[in-house]
């Protein structure tokens, strides 16, 4: 069973920055692909960033393109999202995804695993 333990979240004013970590309790998937989706209120959940473990390949949402950057920490097997320049629609439940690479990187169906969620509040 993979664990994966979100943190980093919490109360910004727009404009201002955060980071995000996930890390994962289990060394068996160092090669799987790590995703970030967040959730707003009354919203479906949506896809925010992806990772592919090997070769660092990112892939990013519109809404969050120059503004969000996801990495990683090989060592300590944990992902992050940096945020800058937030937006109050930024404001959401974000969510921390492990699976293999397969399936669209963007569909939450293509991860196995999911993290607890950290919230994010932006305020204007």
């Known amino acids: 069973q993979v664990q994966l333990v979100e943190s980093g979240g919490g109360l910004v004013q727009a404009g201002g920055s955060l980071r995000l970590s996930c890390a994962a309790s289990?060394?068996?998937?160092?090669?799987?692909?790590r995703g970030w989706f967040r959730q707003a209120r009354g919203q479906d959940r949506e896809f925010v960033a992806a990772?592919?473990?090997?070769?660092?390949?990112?892939t990013y949402a519109d809404s969050v393109k120059g503004r969000f950057t996801i990495s990683r920490d090989d060592a300590k097997n944990t992902v992050y999202l940096q945020m800058n320049n937030l937006k109050p629609e930024d404001t959401a439940v974000y969510y921390c995804?492990?699976?293999?690479?397969?399936?669209?990187?963007?569909?939450?169906?293509?991860?196995?695993?999911r993290g607890q969620g950290t919230q994010v509040t932006v305020s204007s």
């Open positions: 990772i592919t473990w090997t070769n660092g390949f990112t």
């Open positions: 289990a060394r068996t998937i160092p090669t799987w692909r």
């Open positions: 995804y492990v699976g293999r690479p397969q399936g669209p990187e963007t569909a939450p169906e293509s991860y196995a695993y």
